[in-house]
């Protein structure tokens, strides 16, 4: 078989993205069908319609053209989820964040097919925070404690004592298998000397990291075990954003297609790769490798390489993306 490359010259520079499973896509070239808004997205389509300034206003208008069409199925839920209080909404407050999201999204796309939900789709919605509500704390407070361990680059003779804090930080708040969020805070303390880390652009790490700054890390994170999930149960769904840094964090992931499943969890294959941590070779990748299956509860060696993300029996219904 013989193949052509060719370099293809883009009006504008991207600053729109769909994440799915394998990596990520161009608005004009991706396969999927039903795309989950974040607020990241919703936030630049207001500033397009209120005139607000923004660098790249210009090109996000022409990227979000591509998601005017009747191809598309747009839905609200990820900026619902987040909600606009920095903290796990109320039922009311993610019905009125749901609604606030969909009415943006229908006067901006009116050739798009945006979401509505009716009682028995929002109460199901709902269901994924009660889902979030049960780790939220653990993670929030692992994040707060762990966090501040990274805001510099350490030595290399301080790694391994700061990796094991970080282990223990996890313990010591009740995280019981390796988490995205464990994995954005070990990226950030395997960063090389140039550039930011992956796991950095998605936790902005500060001294003092306040839960604000904890709660829209986690909220993002959470949105990928959404995405995991939402396949897993539908396929053929995307998720839509402007965020760069998690778009990086999630294609280091490569996450697997293929996974196993129960009535109560997805076991979902991702692979540890010298992207998401910079400054381990393959010898002490693997070795990492080692200490993470290590540390899950269950003392199984393929704990991570089944990665474990949350997902109690629910139906395709229940995921509403569609009504």
């Given amino acids: 078989m013989t193949e052509i490359k060719f370099k293809l010259k883009l009006k504008e520079k991207v600053t729109v993205f769909v994440l799915e499973m394998g990596g990520c896509s161009l608005l004009f070239s991706t396969g999927v069908k039903m795309i989950a808004v974040d607020c990241n997205l919703l936030i630049n ?3 397009i319609v209120n005139n607000k300034q923004h660098n790249d206003k210009k090109e996000n208008t022409w990227w979000f053209e591509f998601l ?5 199925y747009l839905n609200p839920i990820l900026s619902a989820l987040e909600g606009s209080n920095q903290e796990i909404p109320t039922y009311d407050h993610f019905c009125n964040e749901f609604n606030k999201g969909r009415q943006i999204l229908q006067e901006f796309f009116p050739k798009a097919n945006v979401i509505r939900y009716s009682d028995i789709h929002y109460q199901a919605g709902y269901e994924l925070i009660k889902e979030a509500k049960i780790d939220y704390e653990s993670d929030l407070k692992f994040l707060l404690t762990a966090v501040p361990l990274v805001v510099i680059r350490n030595s290399a003779i301080k790694l391994q004592e700061i990796e094991s804090d970080i282990f223990q930080i996890a313990k010591d708040n009740g995280l019981i298998r390796p988490t995205f969020a464990l994995l954005a805070c070990l990226s950030c303390l395997y960063e090389n000397n140039k550039n930011p880390s992956i796991g950095r652009k998605v936790l902005k790490p500060k001294l003092r990291y306040s839960r604000s ?9 959470y949105s990928l075990n959404l995405l995991i999930q939402s396949n897993m149960q539908l396929g053929n769904v995307g998720f839509c954003t402007s965020d760069k840094g998690l778009l990086r964090f999630w294609c280091a992931l490569k996450v697997k297609t293929s996974c196993k499943s129960t009535p109560t969890e997805l076991n979902v294959p991702i692979e540890l790769t010298s992207e998401m941590f910079e400054k381990l070779n393959k010898h002490e990748l693997r070795a990492l490798k080692r200490r993470i299956e290590a540390f899950s509860i269950e003392g199984s060696r393929e704990a991570f390489s089944s990665f474990l993300t949350s997902s109690r029996e629910r139906n395709v219904k229940k995921l509403s993306f569609t009504s």
């Fill in 45 to 47: 389509i207001s500033g």
């Fill in 68 to 72: 005017n069409s009747p191809n598309f």
């Fill in 213 to 221: 700054l904890a709660h829209n890390a986690l909220m993002d994170l």
